[in-house]
């Protein structure tokens, strides 16, 4: 086909119906034939709009409206987009359409948003060829459709469309007339069921509220008749409104005795200072105090008042709340506490008389101790100057000492030299001549203790070892001599075994029993 797309001509002018497809000209009779057509046309769109006015739920009427559009234009295929932000999105579909619920179209895409952009209906006789069709390869199968705008006051809240998959059976005008006539019809119907839905909204939205406030008024009120202290609430009146059970039992009154009159339970004294809260509360200021009232028997009581305003819908004040918590105990306890803290000051102020005479005292200690410490730091430094005098004493004596040992030392040096120079020659004489062998052994004793002197071997074993006899020393010379133990027992004139018994006296104040160390190689080693 050449032509893809027509839109219909306007509206026809009051009172005459759109004519007919085709051209027929003016003031000729319609056949009745068409009028017939027509008469069951209009008695459709009658009983359709008796069907959609009593449909209140919005998803069921828009699957209603689109049953009787597709009814009345004689086919199975057919959707309605309704506006959802800046989109248009299929809510209902019908046989082709049905698999394209959930669509999303913008201004002016496909046929759904021409109609929309146009505000104007919209036939597609092919729509395969159609330039603004929706891309895909499932669209192929339409091939006539036609849109018709939802008008709603100024704007356009959804389209309804309707198509055929047959060729050659393109909508007609006066298809395209009806179908507009019905959109108005349906647009009432989804108007009504949109107001209705509001409506039920807003109802279920006023008893949610109610039966949160019914809730809330019961929450409050079983809070306020399960506090323990005592809540009464006022009108601007001062007339009491609600008294809680522990109101009652604190004050001695019955409810009922209160509901709808001022309480008078002020003390005299304490008017000034409730008058003074009133002001304050009805400033708009929260009240905490303590002040005093009075029971049904005559008792003050001691209490803290915690007074707020309360409001009506209209956000005026309504009255006032009370809070009367009995703190007589507390006060009781308070006067006790003075008098604790009196008797405990008067206490504290004797302790300190006894700390301050303690402090004299102690300031005296210390400065007594103060007298001492500078004795002390005199004797250190008089101690201080001894020593220092034992120093230089310590330092003459060894210097006195070292010139002892130097003294000693040339002594020793000359006896040595006394004996090389005038004894040992006369030694050698004797040792040449001819002498028995006794003789010529205690010429070598002899000898062998010049040697003696001469070597440092008795000095150092007697110094080291101070414990050993005079005859141990003579035994240990001549062990170191390398002489035998009969020998010694002859040069020494006694018996062998006692000679025996030095050496294993030596050996024991040598520290050498229990060893495998020789006698002899111990004392050599002492010579060195």
Do not use: C
Request: proline letters at 5%; charged letters at 30%.
């Amino acid at each position: 086909m050449a032509v893809a797309a027509r839109t219909p001509p306007g509206p026809p002018p009051a009172g005459r119906p759109r004519p007919a497809a085709g051209k027929r000209r003016a003031g000729l009779p319609r056949a009745p034939r068409e009028l017939r057509r027509e008469n069951e046309q209009l008695h459709a769109l009658y009983e359709t709009a008796l069907g959609l006015i009593h449909r209140l739920d919005q998803e069921q009427l828009l699957e209603a409206v689109l049953q009787r559009a597709a009814r009345l234009t004689e086919t199975a295929h057919g959707f309605i987009y309704l506006r959802d932000g800046s989109a248009l999105e299929m809510r209902v579909g019908m046989g082709f359409f049905k698999s394209q619920i959930g669509l999303r179209v913008a201004p002016g895409e496909g046929l759904g948003g021409r109609v929309w952009q146009s505000r104007a209906p919209l036939v597609v006789d092919d729509y395969r060829s159609w330039q603004g069709r929706l891309p895909g390869k499932a669209f192929d199968e339409l091939r006539s459709i036609v849109g018709i705008p939802l008008r709603y006051r100024a704007g356009v809240e959804g389209v309804i469309g309707l198509a055929r998959v047959e060729a050659g059976r393109a909508f007609s005008p006066e298809e395209v007339t009806l179908l507009e006539r019905f959109a108005g019809l349906a647009t009432v119907a989804l108007d009504k069921a949109r107001l209705i839905a509001e409506a039920r909204r807003e109802l279920d939205e006023r008893r949610r509220t109610e039966a949160i406030l019914r809730q809330s008024e019961e929450r409050y009120r079983q809070l306020l008749e399960s506090l323990p202290d005592p809540v009464v609430v006022y009108t601007l009146k001062g007339e009491a409104l609600y008294v809680n059970p522990a109101f009652e039992q604190t004050f001695g009154y019955r409810r009922e005795e209160l509901l709808g009159r001022s309480i008078a339970f002020v003390p005299e004294e304490n008017w000034p200072e409730t008058r003074a809260a009133i002001e304050a509360l009805l400033s708009g200021r929260k009240v905490l105090l303590e002040t005093r009232r009075r029971t049904r028997e005559g008792r003050l009581l001691d209490v803290q008042l915690t007074s707020t305003l309360y409001f009506d819908e209209k956000g005026r004040p309504a009255g006032n709340i009370v809070i009367l918590r009995d703190i007589s105990g507390r006060k009781e306890a308070e006067r006790r506490l003075a008098e604790y803290r009196d008797a405990l000051e008067e206490r504290v102020a004797a302790r300190t008389r006894e700390l301050a005479l303690a402090n004299e005292a102690l300031a005296r200690q210390v400065e007594d101790r103060r007298r001492a410490e500078a004795k002390l730091r005199q004797r250190e430094k008089q101690l201080k100057a001894q020593s220092l005098h034992l120093q230089e004493v310590n330092t003459a004596l060894r210097v006195l000492l070292k010139q002892r040992e130097e003294d000693r030392r040339e002594l020793g040096e000359g006896v040595l030299a006394n004996v090389r120079e005038l004894i040992r020659p006369y030694l050698a004489r004797l040792k040449q001549g001819r002498l028995p062998p006794v003789q010529r052994a205690l010429v070598d004793i002899l000898e062998s203790n010049l040697e003696s002197i001469v070597s440092p071997f008795v000095s150092r074993l007697s110094g080291h070892h101070r414990g050993l006899t005079p005859t141990e020393i003579r035994v240990a010379n001549l062990v170191r001599e390398g002489k035998t133990n009969k020998e010694i027992a002859a040069l020494l004139t006694i018996s062998r075994n006692t000679v025996l018994f030095h050496r294993h006296n030596l050996r024991r104040k040598l520290g050498l029993r229990n060893t495998k160390r020789n006698l002899r190689t111990f004392l050599l080693s002492v010579e060195k």
